[in-house]
């Protein structure tokens, strides 16, 4: 549940930055917008950057994203993760 934790610390930090919510994983509503986050990052679009990113970099943010993304589907089974599936 590290890489999952840590994600969602990032994007906490992030949201603070910019006044968004910050994101509780003991809330199933948080953990299904995590989820959604997390299907999000893991699109072909956003994993690359448009196609900015190394393949190298890329391969390193799915894994990390993939691994996030089946301790969420662990912790809760109800939400769906789409790019995962």
């Not at 590290?2 to 949201?15: A, G, I």
């Not at 953990?31 to 950057?49: G, K, M, T, V």
């Amino acid at each position: 549940m590290k890489v999952l934790q840590e994600y969602v610390d990032r994007k906490n930090r992030f949201n603070s930055v910019f006044g968004g919510k910050k994101w509780d994983l003991n809330k199933a509503q948080d953990r299904q917008e995590i989820a959604e986050s997390i299907d999000s990052e893991l699109s072909p679009e956003n994993l690359s950057c448009d196609g900015e990113l190394s393949y190298a970099e890329q391969n390193r943010r799915f894994q990390m994203l993939s691994r996030a993304g089946k301790q969420l589907v662990a912790l809760d089974p109800s939400v769906r993760i789409w790019e995962l599936a």
